[in-house]
């Protein structure tokens, strides 16, 4: 389960903050890889969660329980929904 708690940030954009039950790890990164998700390796080896599409960012350590999302734009909520769908088929396979 993901709780999430959203906060309004600088100039139409959001942040959210996402609390995971279970860890995200550098083998789930192909679910995002596979969804269209941009994952730059340098940041999968140095141990940080970091994928983005369109203007959607999340970023954490791999590992953690926590991860940030910022968004901005009018499709935010759309693209946020989208990601949190994808993050519990990634990190509860």
């Keep these: 389960m993901i709780k999430k708690q959203t ?5 139409g954009s959001k942040t ?5 039950d ?3 790890r550098k083998s789930q990164l192909h679910f ?10 340098n940041f999968e080896n140095a141990g940080v969660f970091f994928v983005q599409q ?3 960012i999340a970023t954490g350590a791999l590992g953690g329980l926590k991860l ?10 759309k693209q946020i929904a989208a990601f949190e769908e994808l ?7």
Excluded: W
Excluded at 7 to 11: E, G, H, I, L, T
Excluded at 16 to 20: A, D, E, G
Excluded at 68 to 77: A, F, H, T, W
């Design 54 to 56: 369109k203007t959607l």
């Design 7 to 11: 906060f309004k940030s600088c100039c």
């Design 87 to 93: 993050l519990e088929k990634a990190i509860h396979s």
């Design 68 to 77: 940030n999302l910022r968004c901005s734009g009018p499709d935010c909520d």
């Design 16 to 20: 959210v903050l996402l609390n995971l």
């Design 32 to 41: 995002f890889k596979d969804a269209g998700y941009l994952c730059p390796l």
């Design 22 to 24: 279970k860890a995200v």
